[in-house]
């Protein structure tokens, strides 16, 4: 009986240690967040970068609709004359029509594919401005000795935050910009006052 009530109470004092210590080692834990949506979206250069991208997705989209629509418009063409036509003129036509729609799915893969143009150009654009912005994150989390810095914008679900642990502006601070909001309210300060992004 009295092995039975030792092991109870050293289990209590074992769970009640555990808890203290893991409650003490969370306080000890510093951490902020920031929106790297947020501060990409306040970035000029970030900003060129995305609609250079998005001219450039738009004119190769347009080009494969043009293609689809002229196979489109190829099969309804063989449709409507299949009965003018005799068997080895329709089976050039198909031919003709399958081709082609394997060359505008080749385009396609070729621009928008996983690796494809769309995918470099980005890597070549976007990638630079983002190894920026978290060299800029790394040097405030070291400077406020902070454990872990979230991204309020990526996938992780924060039902509620206290913007006293945002560091986005910090972040915007550190990378020379000024963010928009604070323009607005402040006379002296413009777009034009923007400090050259590299």
């Known amino acids: 009986m009295k092995t ?46 995305q609609k250079e991208l998005d001219q450039l997705a738009e004119k190769w989209q347009a080009e ?45 893969q070729e621009k928008f594919g996983y690796e494809g ?16 912005v978290f060299e800029a994150i790394q040097t405030i989390a070291t400077r406020e000795n902070l454990d872990f810095i979230f991204d309020k914008s990526g996938d992780m679900l924060m039902l509620y935050t206290n913007a006293k642990y945002d560091k986005s502006d910090e972040v915007l601070g550190e990378l020379g910009v000024t963010p928009l909001d604070e323009r607005k309210n402040d006379p002296d300060s413009s777009e034009d006052n923007l400090p050259e992004e590299d």
């Open 117 to 132: 143009e769309l995918f470099k150009k980005r890597e070549q654009l976007i990638k630079p401005i983002q190894d920026r």
């Open 4 to 49: 039975k009530s030792i092991l109870k109470s050293m289990a209590v004092l074992l769970v009640l240690f555990l808890t203290t210590g893991t409650a003490n080692i969370a306080n000890a834990q510093k951490w902020a967040y920031v929106d790297t949506e947020y501060i990409l979206n306040q970035l000029t250069d970030y900003k060129a970068a």
């Open 64 to 108: 494969v609709d043009a293609k689809y629509s002229q196979i489109d418009k190829m099969y309804k063409d063989l449709v409507a004359e299949k009965v003018l036509l005799n068997a080895e003129q329709v089976k050039e036509r198909e031919a003709e029509i399958v081709k082609i729609e394997r060359e505008a799915k080749a385009f396609q």
